[in-house]
């Protein structure tokens, strides 16, 4: 009865999802890209049929207002108040050791500055966010003049 109880305890464990591990890098490209390295359990599979340990990326958003930094050189702490956006990249192919996704520029204010973390997620939860991204943003075009301007001496 024992060894009855103890493979089925084994079973379940196998065939529990774990949590997939986060990321290691995540950097942001320009304000149109973002780039990470994959997490270890970007190809990680579990049980019988094989699933995914990993299935997604999600990238949360703040302010950088919102966020508070620390140490030298300052980074970023993850706030605890709730992200002002998050994007869902799934899981894009790597290339060339990284994988990058659009960060949807049209969303993101001119002018403003953000930060942002990026978590795995699978069956099993989410991983611990990433180190966050040094504040990023874009300025506002320039406008265009409505009439020319002559200057006379």
């Known amino acids: 009865m024992r060894r009855l109880i103890l493979l089925v305890v084994v079973a379940v464990m196998m065939a529990w999802p774990a949590r997939?591990?986060?990321?290691?890098?995540?950097?942001?490209?320009?304000?149109?890209?973002a780039t990470w390295t994959p997490s270890a359990d970007n190809n990680t599979s579990f049980g019988t049929p094989a699933v995914p340990v990993l299935t997604n990326y999600r990238a949360d958003l703040w302010l950088k207002t919102a966020v508070v930094f620390t140490g030298t050189p300052p980074a970023p702490v993850l706030p605890t108040t709730p992200p002002i956006f998050t994007?869902?990249?799934?899981?894009?192919?790597?290339?060339?050791?990284?994988?990058?996704?659009?960060?949807?520029?049209?969303?993101?204010?001119?002018?403003?500055?953000?930060?942002?973390?990026?978590r795995a997620?699978?069956?099993?939860?989410?991983?611990?966010?990433?180190?966050g991204t040094v504040p990023f943003g874009f300025p506002a075009a320039p406008r265009t003049v409505a009439s020319p301007v002559t200057f006379t001496p």
């Not at 997939?20 to 890209?33: C, E, L, P």
């Not at 799934?90 to 990026?118: D, I, R």
């Open 20 to 33: 997939a591990f986060g990321q290691t890098t995540f950097v942001i490209t320009d304000t149109s890209r």
């Open 87 to 118: 994007f869902d990249w799934g899981k894009p192919a790597v290339v060339a050791g990284a994988q990058t996704s659009p960060m949807l520029k049209p969303l993101l204010q001119p002018n403003t500055e953000y930060v942002m973390f990026l």
């Open 121 to 131: 997620e699978g069956p099993g939860g989410v991983s611990p966010a990433s180190a």
